[in-house]
């Protein structure tokens, strides 16, 4: 099991380039996370959805994802309160503190997951939650050290250099932590390093004299983690590219922003510069195409999307002629009206929506999850995405659909002048085929990349990356 010293040190990652690795040395592996909290979420071929992090360790085993592999996964739809899918399924809301006590009901879940992994396995790579130091919230902890403890799983745990403090990190873990913990701790790792690794041998030698826990590797930067999904919205704080590309894309960043890693492909795009502007800053007036993205919570980023003046902004956008893409829950929010009379996503009500698409959205029935394809309705250009969200949406523009599934259903909505479309379909740009229409739509051209094929390439960089760096034959001995 794989535990960090905090969030962001590189877990996911790590974990993914090891699945990749292990799985190029013939052994059957399995990526495992007993508890996630993230909006970024893939849809399984068992017809669940996870955490996008184990969807890209599954596929760095090169096999298909599924819901054991996170069978418990929070979705944040306010400050203080989640949605708990449990082995791929809604099963309520939960506030923080109420979410504690459901914790010790869900270990048995989370256990009969990871046998059923195990048995399928040579090994499985577990992926700890936040930090292995929240000893406050210990005593119910079913992500980090309670569920190592309850499956005698031992500990790698994780520190990040790059933000400084990486000897304290480490350390102060040994200190905090209840020594029953501490001793399923059989090594450590650095990540993030940059520069000349002989400068830190000393460092490493003062953690494990502090710790008695054994070095198993300091891991330079991997300067290419950015091409990979992330699971984490913080990394959207720091997204977007330094392009000077001759399309501008812009991305309101929502709070409850869901799903981003349908722009992640854009980014790989040399004629595109993606620009993820911040609560604050207003769109970009050059913009070509704003994108509208997917939200957990549509009404209250709706209301957030007024109280930044975005909603002036892509007005004064669209009277210019401009282009606009809205995303799920982006979608919902271009209509009319958006009415959750069930409560499903907070406080039950309703909210003019942004008005820009003759389309109306109630928020109702159960949440849709599956793998789609089909082609979109102006160009007969073909596509591969899926589906995640609750909702119905009907109006005028539902008329001109963009896009017709293989079953012969249609979805989305178009405007009648033809630069405003909307759509439920999530992973559109990472077709190689539809990135390719939009962009020329866009009066652009691709730079021919092949998007599945630079995400497996990077895998491999990733699998080499750690083997020249972390000590894997211990790490398999280290294994029970």
């Known amino acids: 099991m794989f535990q960090g010293t905090g969030s962001d040190v590189g877990k996911s990652l790590i974990v993914a380039g090891l699945c990749r690795a292990l799985t190029n040395r013939g ?107 929240e000893v406050n919230l210990r005593a119910n902890d079913i992500a980090n050290m309670g569920f190592a403890r309850a499956a005698d799983v031992p500990v790698i745990l994780i520190g990040d250099i790059d933000r400084g403090g990486v000897i304290a990190q480490i350390v102060g873990t040994k200190t905090v932590i209840d020594p029953a913990d501490s001793a399923m701790i059989a090594g450590f790792l650095v990540n993030k390093f940059r520069g000349d690794p002989a400068l830190f041998t000393a460092g490493m030698d003062i953690i494990t004299g502090h710790t008695d826990w054994p070095a198993l590797g300091l891991i330079p930067y991997f300067r290419e983690a950015g091409w990979l999904p992330a699971e984490d919205a913080v990394a959207l704080d720091k997204r977007g590219t330094d392009s000077d590309g001759a399309i501008t894309i812009a991305v309101p960043r929502l709070a409850h922003i869901a799903n981003f890693d349908d722009l992640d492909p854009l980014k790989l795009e040399p004629s595109v510069r993606l620009v993820m502007v911040q609560p604050g800053e207003p769109l970009p007036g050059d913009a070509d195409l ?16 007024r109280r930044n003046g975005w909603d002036i902004d892509l007005q004064a956008h669209a009277r210019r ?13 271009l209509g009319s009206i958006v009415a959750d ?46 589906e995640m969200h609750v909702g119905r949406t009907a109006g005028a523009d539902c008329e001109r659909p963009l ?31 539809q990135r390719s229409a939009w962009i020329g739509w866009l009066g652009g051209s691709t730079g021919n990349i092949g998007y599945e094929a630079e995400i497996d390439r990077v895998l491999d960089a990733l699998a080499a990356h750690l083997s020249r760096h972390i000590d894997i034959e211990r790490l398999i001995t280290i294994a029970r």
Do not use: W
Request: aromatic fraction near 4%; include cysteine.
């Open 341 to 386: 009379p069930e409560g499903i996503e907070g406080p039950p009500g309703s909210a003019e929506g942004l008005g820009l698409l003759d389309i109306e959205t109630v928020l109702s029935g159960d949440k849709t999850l599956t793998e789609v394809t089909g082609t979109s309705n102006g160009d007969g250009v073909s596509f591969r995405g899926y």
């Open 290 to 305: 704003v994108i509208l993205p997917g939200s957990k919570a549509t009404l209250a980023d709706l209301a957030d999307f």
């Open 27 to 133: 052994l059957t592996v399995r990526p495992f996370k007993p508890q996630n909290m993230s909006n970024n979420a893939a849809v399984t071929a068992d017809g669940g959805e996870i955490g996008r992090a184990q969807a890209l360790q599954a596929r760095a085993c090169r096999i298909p994802a599924s819901v054991d592999m996170n069978p418990v996964l929070l979705k944040p739809q306010s400050d203080i309160g989640s949605q708990v899918v449990v082995l791929g399924q809604v099963v309520g809301n939960a506030t923080a503190r109420d979410f504690q006590g459901m914790k010790t009901g869900l270990l048995p879940t989370i256990i009969e997951s990871f046998v059923r992994l195990k048995d399928q396995a040579d090994i499985v790579l577990v992926e700890g939650a936040g930090s292995a130091a």
């Open 403 to 433: 896009l017709r599934f293989a079953d012969g259903r249609m979805d989305g909505a178009v405007s009648a002048d033809g630069r405003i479309h909307g759509t439920y379909v999530h992973g559109l740009f990472v077709d190689d085929l």
């Open 321 to 333: 002629g401009g282009k606009i893409l809205g995303l799920c829950g982006g979608y919902q929010m």
